[in-house]
Structures are given as structure tokens and as C-alpha cells.
């Protein structure tokens, strides 16, 4: 299966996708961190949507579209202050529409709560990272097509909000202290356990680790 994870710098996504081998390819405007240049596209996401994929994640921007930048849009009578971030927030929506609208049967886009007033459609689940094995909370929307909404594969107890800090360390009560020094890329890392079950849950079944599966346990038998 031919897959892009676009807007994806850290390959997260799409070295899961690898391990289970699937064609997948990251792709951004930056260069890639996560170790595999040979699998990122480096180029505007438009570009690449021009070839055929069989599955699009895509993880658009979110600085002007977020309900976390509502005060800078606003006023207290709610009404717009900032035309420039109105304006950016439009663009954002239609960078967002073009995944949604894609050519192709599975499509999921990863973004937190939008403001309402950039008109985008009810989102299809919610998900947290403490929900597949990462101790946090960081609340995320998911818009799917053709796809079945991710089910839980660990859930524990989240310690904390998750807010891009560059450190994390475990006191003997094991409660987590972060340090202040926070990072708008870090923020914005798609989590692994989130990750790994995106590729199980959405590429397993073509994968061919499936039938390699099935065929060790049929000699167990």
C-alpha cells in the first residue's frame, strides 16, 4: 500500500507504516528528523497529492485554525480583530479541505479543536495519547474517511499535559517534573504509541506481516 504522511517532518507515522511494509513516505517543506531521507518527500504537500496514494494522513497546520488562538482573534464581544490571522485561518482551512476532499478512499487528518468559524466539519473521534501508552494528556480530533476510528491499544494514567518540554524524569513517587523550556515542533510530534496504531490498525490488514501471521499460527495448530 502506497501511503503519505503529509506534513510530517519527524516520520513517526510513517516509519510505523514501514516496519510493516507498506510503501510510505513523509512529507514537509523541512527536512526530515526522522533518520530517512530516502523515505521523505521534501515539498509542498500539493505536489505530492498529485500522484496516487492509497492512504493520506495528514497532519496540516494548525496555528491559525486551533480554538487555542481564539484570543488572538477575537475580541470579548467576539468580534474579528486580527483580518491578517482571519485570513491565514482561511487559507489553513483550505489547506485542511484539500486532504479532506482527496482523490483517494482512506484519508485521515490529525488536528486539534478548530475555531467554528473557519467552517470545518465535525470531526470523526477523539483520541489521547494516554489512551496507546503514553502518559499524557493532549487532546486531538481526527477526521476519517474510509477508515474505522482508532481503537485504544493501552490506556494508563495520564501524569500531566503534554506541552512540548524538551525533558521529562520520574521522581520516586513516579509523578513526572517537566522543566519550563518548551517547543512548538515537540508540541506538535505525533505521539509513537498513537503512531504504531495508526499503522496496525490502518495498514495492518494489507500488510504483509498479516498473512506471515496467519501462517505461523495455522502450525501451531
Same mark, same amino acid.
Given at each position: ?9 519527524? &516520520? ?5 507504516? =514501514? ?10 517543506? &523541512? #527536512?526530515?528528523?526522522?533518520? $530517512?531521507?530516502?523515505? $521523505? ?10 500522484? $496516487? ?51 483517494? #478512499?482512506?484519508?485521515?487528518?490529525? %488536528? ?57 524524569? &520520574?521522581? #520516586? %513517587? ?5 522543566? %519550563?523550556? =518548551? ?17 496496525? &490498525? ?10 506471515? =501471521? ?8
Amino acid at each position: 500500500m502506497k501511503v503519505l504522511v503529509a506534513c510530517e517532518e519527524s &516520520q513517526a507515522v510513517c516509519l510505523e507504516f =514501514r516496519k510493516i511494509g507498506h510503501e510510505a513516505y513523509s512529507c514537509d517543506l &523541512q #527536512e526530515c528528523s526522522g533518520g $530517512h531521507p530516502e523515505w $521523505h518527500i521534501k515539498a509542498d504537500a500539493r505536489e505530492a497529492m498529485k500522484l $496516487h496514494w492509497d492512504l493520506i494522513i495528514a497532519h496540516p497546520p494548525c496555528t491559525y485554525l486551533s480554538r487555542a488562538g481564539a484570543t488572538h482573534l477575537f475580541d470579548r464581544a467576539g468580534r474579528i480583530i486580527n483580518i491578517d490571522r482571519y485570513m491565514k485561518g482561511m487559507d489553513g482551512a483550505a489547506f485542511f479541505r484539500m486532504f479532506l476532499n482527496a482523490d483517494c #478512499e482512506k484519508v485521515a487528518i490529525e %488536528n486539534p479543536t478548530p475555531l467554528k468559524i473557519f467552517g470545518l466539519p465535525k470531526w470523526t473521534q477523539t483520541i489521547e495519547p494516554y489512551m496507546f501508552g503514553e502518559p499524557w494528556r493532549k487532546r486531538t480530533r481526527l477526521w476519517l474517511k474510509g477508515l474505522e476510528p482508532l481503537k485504544p491499544t493501552k490506556i494508563v494514567k495520564p501524569v500531566g499535559l503534554w506541552c512540548g518540554v524538551t525533558t521529562a524524569t &520520574q521522581d #520516586e %513517587n513516579y509523578e513526572y517534573k517537566m522543566n %519550563n523550556v =518548551r517547543s512548538g515542533k515537540l508540541r506538535a510530534k505525533t505521539f509513537h504509541g498513537i503512531a504504531r496504531a495508526m499503522a496496525e &490498525q490502518w495498514g495492518g490488514i494489507y500488510g504483509p506481516w498479516i498473512s506471515i =501471521r496467519r501462517t505461523a499460527n495455522r502450525s501451531k495448530s
